[in-house]
């Protein structure tokens, strides 16, 4: 390359994943502690993920079906301005659910 990326560029790609990040690991925090028998279940999130949002489009699903997911309300940061309502959305169910387990994982739920 004749003119590298920067550093700051690069990195606004990620932004739009952050809150999905914040969702899984919100989902996995509150199966951990609230219903820890059920903890491997969170690993079914990031196969679909990956299944909807990288594979759904050539084989044809849905957009419902690859909304189901938290990688379904990522942003194309680098090429679209951040939508902020997912965003807050997402934000805010993520912090929900890291709450909510903190509060399982005390009481020993």
């Given at each position: ?55 759904g ?8 079906a ?44």
């Amino acid at each position: 390359m004749t003119s590298p990326i920067s550093l700051a560029r690069f990195m606004r790609g990620f932004v739009g994943y952050w809150p999905a990040l914040l969702v899984v690991c919100g989902l996995a925090a509150l199966l951990v502690g609230c219903w820890p028998r059920w903890q491997r279940l969170i690993w079914l999130v990031p196969v679909y993920g990956v299944l909807s949002k990288y594979l759904g489009p050539m084989l044809n699903f849905p957009d419902w079906a690859q909304r189901l997911t938290p990688y379904g309300w990522v942003n194309a940061v680098p090429q679209h301005a951040v939508a902020w309502p997912p965003v807050a959305g997402m934000v805010a169910l993520g912090v929900a659910f890291l709450v909510i387990a903190g509060i399982g994982y005390r009481a020993g739920i």
